[in-house]
């Protein structure tokens, strides 16, 4: 039985290695992945150019704005709200870095809160109350 000692030895070793590898590489998944969502970026241009810069970013096609309701409306220090897809995100930033248009993030996973507004507002319909009943308490429902 001293050969099947000494395999393993070495073979919990092996073990131990591949459960710190595996791990580790568990932790960078989560990490790129955390980052790695839908966004809501917040701008605030101080200069026309740099409203420029945000109508040019806002007109292309994975991005939506959402505040103000129209390009034409992008100016000089009035803040700016746009939606940009997973797949555009660092593509979006580093048009503004290169553009020196400073930007954080509103939202970090605007996926997660699109579904749950999606689903209340699809819950809500399926509610046994009517539409009236719930907002107004029964005692104020009247039959004429």
């Known amino acids: 039985w001293q050969p099947t000692m000494q395999v393993s030895k070495p073979f919990a070793e092996l073990k131990k290695y591949f459960l710190i590898v595996t791990l580790g590489l568990s932790v960078v998944q989560y990490q790129v992945s ?7 970026l ?38 700016v709200h746009f939606y940009v897809n997973l797949s555009s995100v660092e593509s979006i930033k580093s048009q503004l870095n290169k553009s020196a248009v400073a930007y954080s993030v509103l939202v970090n ?9 999606t689903y209340n507002e699809t819950s809500n319909q399926r509610s046994p109350k009517s539409f009236y009943e719930q907002y107004h308490p029964l005692e104020d429902v009247r039959i004429i």
């Open 109 to 117: 996973n605007a996926e997660n809160l699109i579904e749950q507004q």
């Open 34 to 40: 955390a980052d790695d969502r839908d966004q809501v």
């Open 42 to 79: 917040y701008v605030l241009p101080r200069t026309e150019r740099q409203a420029e810069v945000l109508k040019n970013i806002t007109s292309q096609p994975e991005v939506v704005l959402w505040k103000p309701d129209d390009v034409e409306h992008i100016t000089a220090n009035k803040e």
